[in-house]
């Protein structure tokens, strides 16, 4: 009896954190449409550039050991499925020269300016309810979250886009 209780207890609590609800695609497409994204190439591109394509928010700095294993790992990714996918990184670094580094040598994808994602960015942080790094909440196109950190599936192998 004590089991089957357990096993109820332990099922409603799993269907309510399945059904929690995401942050909501408007606050999401709100703060980013408050930031200047550029690419490899410093031009600037804007969300209706990556429309119809699944985005993932990158949070990582030069600093984190995990990021750093990350991003090689998503650098492939995203050279194999760029028709389809972008990334957007964020940078949690302290310093703008580390930033820009890190950038430069680890990342194909668009980012935000760094004076951005110090204010802007962290904003999207708490938004879509992130608490560590990397982390990697991927967007469908439509904007609604997938997955709020499908980190855990990109080091699982498991295939791209990633869905919770």
Excluded at 47 to 68: E, Q, T, V
Excluded at 116 to 133: H, M, N, P, T
């Amino acid at each position: 009896m004590k089991l089957l209780i357990s096993l109820s207890v332990l099922l409603v609590v799993t269907l309510s954190l399945e059904v929690e609800e995401a942050p909501s695609s408007p606050t999401i497409v709100h703060l980013l449409s408050q930031v200047t994204l550029t690419n490899k190439q410093g031009q600037v591109v804007t969300l209706d550039d990556m429309a119809g394509k699944y985005i993932g928010l990158y949070f990582s700095g030069h600093w984190c050991a995990p990021c750093r294993r990350m991003t090689p790992i998503l650098a492939d990714v995203w050279e194999k499925e760029q028709d389809r996918f972008e990334i957007i990184w964020v940078t949690m670094d302290g310093t703008e020269s580390a930033a820009d580094d890190y950038y430069s040598k680890s990342m194909p994808w668009v980012r935000m300016t760094f004076k951005e994602a110090k204010s802007i960015g962290w904003d999207l942080f708490k938004a879509v309810e992130q608490r560590y790094i990397p982390t990697l909440t991927m967007l469908d196109p439509d904007m609604n979250i997938i997955n709020k950190n499908a980190r855990s599936q990109i080091f699982g192998g498991r295939d791209f886009p990633w869905r919770q």
